[in-house]
């Protein structure tokens, strides 16, 4: 029996521990190619920039003691998805993930995360996919820290690939989203959520003197966990200090009674 073939990305970059996290232990579910971006690409969401330039160069990186094969791909996370089920891989992989991820992706800022866009991609193509991420202070979201430990967030990451492999999913649920608590170890109790109604994340206003300078919009949480619904991620997450999971679909169309929207946007 051939081994499941398996798909991982992540949005920190080729060189990301977390990244290579994942590997290590996807490894032990199926054989992983790893396609990522060459570049940090946090918050690319499941953009496809007609700027990125495509190339694929493949490396050896070595990973306790294992000299690995990987393809580093310039352009988005999504790209990178797009490029490892169409160019990498001989044909579509049966499971994609995408992480482990510097920083938890909570609530309605979700589409800006690169970790769940490349998820979205995958699962828009019909692929069974999951996008993993452990919560930690915003000093380590764009670095590549080896003071984060993401050995249990591995653990967790092997736990449902392996459920992804081996179960179909309920009709409307697309993608899994995983997010890990900082403090968290394999005996740690995981809960099914619902996104946050909430911006997780705020923009911070650039700080400069003129508009011509160069400066960025910053971001900072927004939201008081302990005030968020019981049964979000938000909540389970960072008040609970439980692993969250969200079932997430590309059907974005609002649940509303069509005939009373119509009636609302006739009305004169």
């Keep these: 029996m051939e081994k499941p073939q398996i798909l991982l990305t992540n949005d920190d970059g080729i060189l990301s521990p ?10 032990e579910l199926g054989y992983v190619y790893v396609v990522a971006p060459r570049e940090q690409y946090s918050g690319a969401g499941r953009s496809l ?23 580093a791909v310039g352009g988005t996370p999504a790209q990178a998805v797009l490029h490892g089920t169409l160019e990498v891989m001989a044909s579509l992989p049966d499971l994609v993930v995408s992480g482990i ?12 995360s690169g970790t769940v866009g490349a998820a979205l991609e995958a699962a ?7 996008a993993v991420s452990l919560e930690t202070d915003v000093q380590y979201h764009l670095s590549y820290s080896d003071e984060i430990d993401f050995s249990t ?3 967790f990451t092997k736990f449902f690939g392996r459920i992804l492999l081996d179960k179909q999913m309920l009709p409307d649920v697309h993608l899994l989203k995983l997010d890990v608590p900082i403090t968290a170890t394999p005996k740690t109790d995981w809960e099914i959520t619902r996104l946050s109604p909430s911006r997780y994340f705020e923009p911070v206003r650039p700080e400069r003197e003129k508009w011509g300078e160069p ?4 971001y900072r ?6 005030l968020d619904p019981k049964d979000t991620d938000v909540y389970i997450l960072r008040v609970e200090k439980k692993v969250s999971l969200t079932p997430l679909s590309l059907d974005m169309t609002a649940r509303v009674d069509f005939e009373e929207l119509d009636r609302l946007l006739r009305r004169a």
């Excluded at 977390?18 to 490894?27: D, I």
């Excluded at 828009?124 to 999951?130: E, F």
């Design 124 to 130: 828009a193509m019909g692929i069974p996919s999951l």
């Design 18 to 27: 977390g990244l290579w996290a994942a590997a290590a232990a996807l490894s």
């Design 49 to 71: 920039p007609s700027t990125s330039d495509g190339a694929i160069d493949v490396r050896q990186v070595e990973v306790n003691g294992q000299v690995w094969e990987v393809h």
């Design 153 to 155: 967030a591995a653990y």
């Design 221 to 226: 949480q927004a939201v008081d966990p302990s």
């Design 215 to 218: 400066a960025r919009v910053g």
């Design 101 to 112: 991820n510097y920083g938890e992706n909570l609530g309605y800022g979700i589409t800006v």
